[in-house]
């Protein structure tokens, strides 16, 4: 099942969504509009907002609201792929460069700033308490997530539990919270929003899982980012992790040295290391966990083409090559 596919019983929403976008980039403030615009109509998969989309279908949901409901939660991923490019000092995303590195760190950050303002203001547009009471939330745990991994950085003692912790945090909550929304401008029954935040929290850890599977595993071409650049930052991400308990000691002295250290000098010989002790196979079972929780999830909701849309994206996710 490719991604088009999946995304073709609501392909006029999409467009209905990168309407909005447009329309609510608009500054007076040229360079705001030309980095805005560059990283989000730079080949991005909008997976989440096809989340929301298909969420908020799949709840009887249609429109203007559905469109700016979907908006909102890519402007706000677009202004967290902008802080974290500065804070990693990354050069490379979707096979281009970042825009950190296009037009520097300060202009990054603060357009980051300008979308995450934005997003608020769209939020008041919709007149829903409980969408910024959500929201507001995620933004929080967002931060905190990326503070954690901060803190993990470097760390060769990270536990499982704390790396889970992060992109629960990180990544998996705008998931969560972008089906939510969509269910409450729906007007959804608690019982059915409760089952899409569910099935967006565990879609989007099967996605980060997958994502750090690849990091070892894809070609830079099809990845669109150097290979190894959480290793190359000293992330001990969860094929790490495993390695470094399962290994000999030889090579956890050697696991630990690279998170401690990072950089690229051992990437060959970790990479190695990690497919002996089975870190790819380990991730990718836990990723395929994710996945059939999030489409069980579904299970509470009346079948539709947008519910068939909903599974089929869970399994893309783990099936994916970039």
């Not at 380990?282 to 083409?305: G, K, V, W």
Request: net charge negative.
């Amino acid at each position: 099942m490719s991604l088009e596919s999946i995304k073709q019983p609501v392909s006029a929403d999409l467009i209905a969504v990168d309407t909005v976008i447009r329309t609510h980039l608009a500054s007076d403030v040229v360079l705001v509009n030309q980095v805005a615009e560059y990283i989000i109509h730079s080949g991005g998969k909008r997976i989440r907002p096809l989340v929301a989309v298909l969420a908020g279908r799949a709840c009887g949901q249609s429109g203007t609201a559905l469109a700016s409901t979907a908006a909102i939660v890519e402007f706000i991923h677009t202004a967290t792929l902008l802080h974290d490019d500065v804070v990693d000092g990354s050069e490379l995303r979707r096979g281009r460069d970042t825009a950190n590195a296009v037009w520097g760190n300060e202009a990054s950050v603060l357009v980051g700033d300008y979308l995450y303002s934005r997003a608020f203001e769209m939020m008041v547009e919709l007149g829903s308490m409980r969408v910024m009471a959500v929201m507001a939330g995620a933004t929080n745990k967002i931060a905190e997530g990326e503070v954690l991994q901060l803190m993990n950085a470097h760390d060769p003692d990270t536990t499982e539990a704390r790396y889970f912790e992060v992109i629960y945090r990180k990544t998996a909550k705008l998931f969560e919270a972008g089906a939510q929304i969509a269910a409450i401008v729906a007007g959804a029954s608690t019982a059915h929003e409760q089952a899409l935040a569910q099935y967006g929290r565990h879609l989007g850890t099967a996605f980060q899982l997958v994502d750090d599977v690849l990091d070892y595993r894809a070609s830079a071409e099809e990845l669109g980012k150097n290979l190894g650049d959480d290793l190359a930052e000293g992330k001990p991400t969860l094929p790490l992790i495993h390695a470094l308990k399962h290994g000999n000691p030889e090579q956890q002295q050697l696991i630990r040295h690279a998170i401690e250290n990072g950089g690229l000098d051992s990437i060959d010989d970790i990479t190695r290391i990690i497919e002996s002790t089975g870190g790819l196979e380990y991730t990718a079972r836990l990723a395929r966990q994710e996945t059939e929780l999030a489409i069980a999830a579904l299970a509470t909701l009346p079948d539709s083409a947008h519910v068939t849309a909903l599974r089929e994206l869970a399994e893309f996710a783990v099936s994916r090559s970039y």
